[in-house]
């Protein structure tokens, strides 16, 4: 049920509005925000409103463009033509699907290309970033494949759902490379400093900052580490590598990397045998 304060955003709203986001399944945590798709062009920006955090995001284009992040939308306002429901109505299940697998092989050979990225990469704190970038690609392109459209929140759990043979096998793979078993609470705390220094002209900030506190406070520190360095993962790879060069300390401590250049290196092969297991599926 959608509070009364969020459909009132939305009542204030000109353009169509859609609810979009995990707020829209069963796997919304308190912490989450409400996902507000507003079709038309503008910033995106977090609201507060009766305990809620809200965020605007602005599709522009057309409907069908969006297909991944509009499965299962719950549209709060229209035009006076009904354009957005109508646009939804002629969305089929197969072709979410489609856009689904589609993404899903995009994002595998992304992680296959950051794998490449890592044979050229001379220095300790490269390798593993590069070997981590790929891990969560690697995660993201395994869930779509299976049907699970990627939330960064709750991504580990959907993980946990996931029961299609080689992609469990895959996940394991990729979530080892991660490193998932190094959560601790001091651990997870110095990469949130890090991951703050590098998202501190973002928008977002403060809601990165509000859902890893949330983690912590009710001891989800596997999620949490997840979660963080996905969030560092994504703010990483859309960097030069002038910038990896010149803040060396601050990549290694945003993704807590490993120095075992030989385990990395294993690593490595067994995601890349992962991944393009998973293309030819």
Known sequence: MVP???RKIADNIKQPVALIGCRTTDMSLDCCEYDLA???????RILQTDGHNVELLYLDGLVKNHLIELDGVEVLRDSNKFELSS???????????????AAGKKSLISSLFYQ????????MIGFGMWLKLAAYESIEGLLAL???????LHELAQVRRIDVGSATEGAEVALECIGIERATRSTIMRSVEAIKELKSQDYDLELFLSKAEYLLDHSMLTDCYYYAG?????NLEGRKD????QYPKLVQLALDLSSDTQYLEKLKKGLSKAARASLKR
């Open 242 to 245: 002038l910038f990896h060069n």
């Open 87 to 101: 646009a939804l109505r002629d969305i089929s299940k197969a072709r979410c699907r489609k856009a689904l697998n």
């Open 4 to 6: 009364r304060a969020i």
């Open 116 to 123: 490449q990225k890592m044979g050229h990469t001379k220095d």
């Open 146 to 152: 299976s049907g699970s459209r990627p939330m960064p």
């Open 230 to 234: 996905r969030v560092a993962a994504k």
């Open 38 to 44: 507003i079709f038309s062009t503008g910033g995106n």
